[in-house]
T-cell receptor, first 115, second 109 residues
Framework: ETGVTQTPRHLVMGMTNKKSLKCEQH?????MYWYKQSAKKPLELMFV???????ENNSVPSRFSPECPNSSHLFLHLHTLQPEDSALYLC??????????????FGEGSRLTVL | DAKTTQPTSMDCAEGRAANLPCNHS???????VYWYRQIHSQGPQYIIH???NNETNEMASLIITEDRKSSTLILPHATLRDTAVYYC??????????FGKGTTLSVSS
C-alpha cells in the first residue's frame, strides 16, 4: 500500500469509447503525475501537475486529456484511442517535483486495452 | 538524452550482496541520485536517494563517489523477491523523474 490508489485496475475499450482513469493520493503531496508503460518499454512521462496546475505535457496526443481538480485527485480522460495506446498507465505523487523531496509513490496502475 | 548509464542485466546468488552500478558523469551539483525498482507489471517502488553522502535505509545502501560521477546501489543480502528492474535516475528540484531502461537483476538460488 503506497497511499496512491488507481481505478479501474483493468479497462477494455473500443476506439470510439470515452473513458476515464482515476487516481487518488492520501499522502498530502503537492505533485501528481501520469506515466505510460507500453510492453517492454521504459516508463514515459506524460503529464505533471503541481498544486493543481499542469507544469509539463510531454507531447502527448490530445486524445489523452488530464484533469486535476484538487491536489489529491488526478484523472486521465480517454477518447478515440488507438490500439497502440494499450499500455499500463501509472499515477504517481510526490511532495515536490524532483530534488530532495521528489521521491515518487506509484499506484498499482491501470491496464488499458484498446480494441 | 540519457543522463545515466546502467548495465542491461546482472545476476546475483541468493544471500549474496547485489551491487548495481550507475554512471552519471554529467550530473550537476544540485541533482540528486534516485533509485527505484519495478517488479513485473507493478508500479515502480522507491528505494533510496542521495545528493553527496552515502545513504542507508532498511532496503539498501547508496554509495556515491566523491566526484559524484557514479554510484552503486547495494542490496546487502539479495533474495528471490529482489528480482526486478532497477532504475537509477538523476533529478534536480523542479524536474520530474525520467526513467531509462534500467538494469534487470536476476537473483537465483
Amino acid at each position: 500500500e503506497t497511499g496512491v490508489t488507481q481505478t479501474p485496475r483493468h479497462l477494455v475499450m473500443g476506439m470510439t469509447n470515452k473513458k476515464s482513469l482515476k487516481c487518488e493520493q492520501h499522502l498530502g503531496h503537492n505533485a501528481m503525475y501520469w506515466y505510460k508503460q507500453s510492453a517492454k518499454k521504459p516508463l514515459e512521462l506524460m503529464f505533471v501537475y503541481s498544486l493543481e496546475e499542469r507544469v509539463e505535457n510531454n507531447s502527448v496526443p490530445s486524445r489523452f486529456s488530464p484533469e486535476c481538480p484538487n491536489s489529491s485527485h488526478l484523472f486521465l480522460h480517454l477518447h478515440t484511442l488507438q490500439p497502440e495506446d494499450s499500455a499500463l498507465y501509472l499515477c504517481a505523487s510526490s511532495q515536490e517535483i524532483g530534488g530532495r523531496t521528489g521521491e515518487l509513490f506509484f499506484g498499482e496502475g491501470s491496464r488499458l486495452t484498446v480494441l | 538524452d540519457a543522463k545515466t548509464t546502467q548495465p542491461t542485466s546482472m545476476d546475483c546468488a541468493e544471500g549474496r550482496a547485489a551491487n548495481l552500478p550507475c554512471n552519471h558523469s554529467t550530473i550537476s551539483g544540485n541533482e540528486y541520485v534516485y533509485w527505484y525498482r519495478q517488479i513485473h507489471s507493478q508500479g515502480p517502488q522507491y528505494i533510496i536517494h542521495g545528493l553527496k553522502n552515502n545513504e542507508t535505509n532498511e532496503m539498501a545502501s547508496l554509495i556515491i563517489t566523491e566526484d559524484r560521477k557514479s554510484s552503486t546501489l547495494i542490496l546487502p543480502h539479495a533474495t528471490l523477491r529482489d528480482t526486478a528492474v532497477y532504475y537509477c535516475i538523476v533529478s534536480r528540484a523542479g524536474t520530474a523523474l525520467i526513467f531509462g531502461k534500467g538494469t534487470t537483476l536476476s537473483v537465483s538460488s
